[in-house]
């Protein structure tokens, strides 16, 4: 065999060499094996959990915060005039009073209990035909967030006569500060109510006769609510008091707030948000606090006059 046949011979049987036995399956740089199908499905989970799995913590660790830590509560409604105003955007501490850990079940330990004279964000029930109960009176009707002040405390006497709020037989004291409100109704005389020591704003509407409360004691585990906009507040003065179960905790902060009666379907407008970010925001009301004498009444008593 001559030199150039040896060649041709050795190129040929390398070439054989590299190329694919019969039987083998061809590998990649990494020596995976490129073919098998379970390989490449664990590659596409393992690349789909890089880009969701982050997003999937987050909103995990979101709920959790939001069950056991602290929650965003609306204000709705007047009732608490002029503390709060319609469209406050509030921050609700549900750890202090013990927060109900979602699937467990179970109740985590109190900080502190519920006091006198400061707001709290609390559950009630609604029947069918619309009327307000309890919930732990009416446990099959729809929950409703509500907020009001505490005015009364388990083994507490509370009376209301004509607007007067009677705690434990001692009138508390109510000083007119000779200032309006304007609400829906009109106008209202603005007081500063001394509750044991918590200072703040109520309102009081001359052409209201009031809502009355015969004198009664507030039983064990449960608390008696009212709002600041003393004749425009449904409270427990009407559909009676709360178990401290039902009590999501306190106020603690005013993290927005706006003017904003618009419908759902207005809100999709941009020019809506336009509108409302520069024509009905309360700029110096986000982050306010809201304990008893702080900047909520200071501030509620300069918009009186």
Not at 5 to 25: F, I, N, T, V
Not at 29 to 49: C, K, M, T, V
Not at 135 to 157: M, N, Y
Request: hydrophobic share 35%.
């Amino acid at each position: 065999m001559s030199s150039k046949e040896k060649s041709a011979a050795r190129g040929a049987a390398k070439s054989d060499a590299g190329g694919d036995a019969p039987g083998r399956r061809r590998t990649d740089r990494g020596g995976r094996n490129s073919s098998d199908p379970e390989e490449d499905e664990a590659s596409i989970l393992r690349r789909f959990w890089d880009q969701t799995g982050p997003i999937v913590v987050a909103i995990f660790i979101a709920l959790c915060i939001r069950a056991v830590i602290i929650e965003s509560y609306y204000v709705p409604s007047g009732s608490m005039l002029p503390t709060m105003y319609i469209g406050d955007h509030v921050f609700v501490s549900k750890f202090t009073f013990g927060a109900q850990v979602p699937i467990v079940g179970w109740k985590a330990p109190a900080v502190r209990d519920p006091e006198r004279g400061e707001i709290v964000v609390f559950q009630l029930g609604r029947r069918r035909d619309g009327s307000i109960c309890p919930l732990d009176q009416c446990p099959d009707a729809a929950t409703e967030g509500f907020v009001k002040r505490i005015v009364g405390l388990p083994g507490d006497t509370i009376e209301v006569k004509k607007g007067q709020l009677i705690l434990n037989g001692e009138p508390a004291v109510q000083t007119d500060l000779a200032n309006e409100f304007e609400d829906d109704r009109g106008a209202n005389l603005v007081f500063e109510e001394n509750l044991a020591g918590c200072r703040h704003q109520i309102l009081d509407f001359p052409d209201h006769p009031g809502i009355n409360q015969g004198s009664a004691t507030v039983p064990e585990d449960r608390y008696f609510m009212m709002g600041d906009n003393r004749d425009n507040s449904n409270d427990s003065r009407i559909w009676g008091t709360v178990h401290r179960d039902d009590i999501r905790g306190p106020v603690l902060i005013n993290y927005w707030s706006w003017n904003n009666r618009e419908s759902w379907l207005a809100m999709l407008n941009p020019l809506t948000w336009l509108d409302l970010l520069l024509n009905e925001m309360y700029w110096g009301r986000i982050g306010m606090d809201y304990d008893c004498g702080s900047s909520a009444s200071e501030d509620a008593a300069s918009d009186a006059g």
